[in-house]
């Protein structure tokens, strides 16, 4: 079981909370990136750095994500393609993407975009709060737990 992270767009906080999750329970834990990220030195961390490019860092979680592993993302579309690789996904805002829930949350995107695209602005996502990163933290720890049972 290894845990992916979608780390071009992942906050540095939820970045801390899964580097100590990974250290305390010793999992294995991957960021992907087109950049370089700053980790600390763990036998259970590791970064694997991709070519800049649009989805190349998702193409990349993909291709080499296996069932049961579980996948940092807030990107709808890498989550609905891990999802059917049977991993997990879990947002850094804490929430669990499923197959029930995934593809309304793609029709949302889609009609977001069709939105921006006709010049309606709708803004970005609010920043992280401490809610949010209180309930990732919880999500994982419930996720941890239920693999090493």
């Not at 909370?17 to 960021?31: D, V």
Request: charge should be positive; hydrophobic fraction near 45%; aromatic fraction near 4%.
């Amino acid at each position: 079981m290894a845990i992916w992270v979608d780390a071009d767009a992942c906050p540095n906080m939820i970045k801390t909370i899964l580097c100590r999750a990974a250290e305390r329970t010793q999992t294995s834990l991957i960021f992907v990136a087109n950049q370089n990220i700053a980790v600390p030195a763990s036998r259970f961390i590791k970064t694997l750095r991709v070519e800049k490019g649009f989805d190349v860092a998702d193409n990349e979680i993909v291709k080499q994500v296996a069932a049961g592993d579980l996948v940092i993302t807030s990107d709808i579309p890498l989550a609905a393609d891990v999802i059917q690789k049977q991993a997990e996904v879990i947002t850094p805002r804490g929430e669990a993407l499923t197959t029930e829930n995934v593809r309304s949350r793609l029709n949302i995107r889609d009609f977001m975009d069709t939105m921006r695209a006709s010049g309606i602005q709708s803004g970005g996502p609010a920043a992280l709060s401490e809610t949010d990163k209180r309930q990732f933290a919880n999500r994982l720890d419930r996720y941890l737990a239920s693999i090493k049972k």
